[in-house]
């Protein structure tokens, strides 16, 4: 197989945004070759029982997805399945395409191992995705959809652009992913209060019958989140997703002064966050599935993060900076690291540092 890290400066010279398309018309290119996709399923698709579970009764052969943000317009899903995904969460999408933010909006912290974007949801919008995924669905592993208002939307009237997604999404997706926690569109961080979750997830409940999980800013207060946390399972959801990308500039050595931080350097905080949730889940007795992104970049990390209570972890930038074999490393180094330490069943080492 091709060794990423030596090409990795060669693409590093690339402006990050093109490198990106690039990927994206290779992985488009990759299922008409004959023979190539199940070729590189061969090689980078773990299946073991130990790392296989049944969750909001979709199955996940592994806990390894993708987050939000990659393969936005749901272009790339049969390439990344060969990857050795568990699940792929699409999007975000919104209700009418839209372009975006102003370029440059991509770039890299390559000493951080981190990625700063200001994209602002830009995305095919839900006609041109949902004709991809008809095609598509029900597919080899779970779908998810990330959903998102659209930047011309008045606030008052944001949970009519969530309720359009959800109804579109109902018969080509397994869950929806509810982003209020993207610092790319203006004010969207606003809607993350519990009196609006609560009018949310009522009336979405209503319209999707499958999972629903809320995602979550890093930046929140931990009270602020907790609260967010139980409105929103209070109110039909199944799971919260934690965490959205920081504006906490800090953690970058020369940060841009817009877009959010994923990455290397969003680990402790995207920790430290399942950490408190999955406490006052186990204080409350309270059951809901928690899917940790931000920051992980190999085995020990996705341990960490289950050991804190996550029963699915997903990764983004990690992929820019390992490879696209970061998969199949991650679960390959985790079933012997379970079995190291005695669990017969990846869900016996969820919390269990808690």
Known sequence: MLNYQAI???????????????????????PKIPMLLPFLSCKNCIKDSILSQEIDGMQFYNPVGLAAGFDKNATMVE????????????GAVTPLAQSGNDKPRLWRHIQEESIQNAMGFNNEGVSAVNARLKKLFPFAIPLGVNI?????????????????LARNFTQTSDYLSINISSP????????????????LLGELCKV???????????DLEIDSALSLVEAALDNGAKGIIATNTTLD???????????????????????????QIALMLKNKSQKATLISVGG??????????????ANLVQVFSGMIFEGPSIVRSINRELKQILERDGFNHISEAVGVDL
Do not use: W
Request: net charge positive.
């Open 208 to 218: 999707y019958e499958k999972p629903i999980y809320l995602k979550i800013s890093p």
């Open 8 to 30: 990795r400066p060669f693409v590093f010279k690339m402006n990050p945004e093109t490198a990106h398309s690039i990927v994206e018309f290779m992985a488009k290119v990759a």
């Open 296 to 309: 992980i970049a190999d085995a020990q990390e996705a341990y960490a993060r289950i050991r804190l209570g």
């Open 148 to 164: 998102g208002k659209n930047k011309i939307t008045p606030q008052e009237e944001a949970i009519k652009d969530y309720l359009s």
């Open 184 to 199: 790319n569109t203006p004010n969207l961080r606003d809607l993350q209060n519990s009196i609006f979750v609560q009018e």
């Open 249 to 275: 500039y800090s953690l970058v050595m020369q940060p841009q002064e817009k877009g959010g931080i994923s990455g290397k350097v969003l680990a402790p905080k995207s920790r430290e966050m399942l950490k």
């Open 79 to 90: 390439s990344l399945c060969a990857l050795g995904f568990s699940h792929l969460e699409l």
